[in-house]
């Protein structure tokens, strides 16, 4: 059985754009569990439903989470401290360290531990362990100002990430366009597909707008 770790900001991306039960079909069709630490559930669910404009959206992932969909897992909090310690004072700033990673990103780079992969939509993270360097670049120009890197914790937050694959939303999508989640569309089953990725984007999952073109061609059915 594969393990896939979710963060809130692939949870929230799924929900606002009404296909978090592609989770569901993708558990029962591929024998998948979905796993997610506690701050991501706080994050998606917990503090969300205490705001209105918000509240609709975190039923439907809450409901993932009461149906066995998706699966509130322990991590080591001294593993979690030692990531956040390590990804935060990277990169630094007027001789002062950048607090790019939150504790729910961190507890599901613990929580990989126990999993294949993790899906998350905040680029950040992303970059972070796929491109340190495209992140000091990224940074630079944010900043306008020269950006100092700490080889030392650069080398401590990779041990910590090595082996991670990371996937977005919009790739777990995909496999489930491929495997004919939208077949109840009918004759326009290929156009749900390639409409569910721009609404992806446009609730928080970072595309490219060339990624955005590929994925929009993988999701022409039957290619």
């Known amino acids: 059985m594969k393990r896939i770790v979710l963060d809130s900001s692939a949870l929230i991306s799924l929900s ?22 506690q701050r991501v559930y706080d994050e998606c669910v917990t503090r969300p439903l205490g705001i209105k404009q918000y509240g609709f959206s975190a039923l439907r992932i809450k409901r993932l989470f009461l149906e066995g969909i998706v699966k ?19 990169y630094r700033v007027d001789g002062k360290p950048l607090e790019l990673i939150q504790r729910g990103e961190a507890e ?16 950040t993270l992303r970059l972070l362990v796929e491109s340190p360097k495209k992140m000091e670049e990224l940074l630079k120009s944010e900043y306008g100002k020269i950006v100092g890197v700490d080889g030392n914790y650069l080398v401590k937050m990779q041990q910590m990430t090595r082996g991670i694959k990371i996937l977005r939303s919009a790739e777990i999508l995909t496999i489930a366009t491929k495997q004919k ?5 009918m004759q326009d089953e ?15 999952c970072s595309l490219t707008k060339e990624e955005l073109i590929e994925f929009e061609n993988l999701n022409m059915v039957g290619r």
């Open 16 to 37: 606002e754009s009404c296909v978090a039960s592609c989770l569901k079909f993708l558990k029962e069709k591929n024998s998948i569990e979905f796993l997610a630490p």
């Open 108 to 123: 599901c780079v613990v929580l990989m531990k126990k999993a294949d992969c993790l899906v998350i939509d905040e680029k």
């Open 72 to 90: 509130i897992t322990e991590v080591d909090g001294k593993e979690v401290e030692l990531f956040l310690n390590a990804a935060n004072n990277i």
């Open 181 to 185: 989640y939208f077949a109840s569309y």
């Open 190 to 204: 290929t156009e749900a597909g390639r409409f569910g990725i721009f609404a992806l984007r446009g609730f928080g």
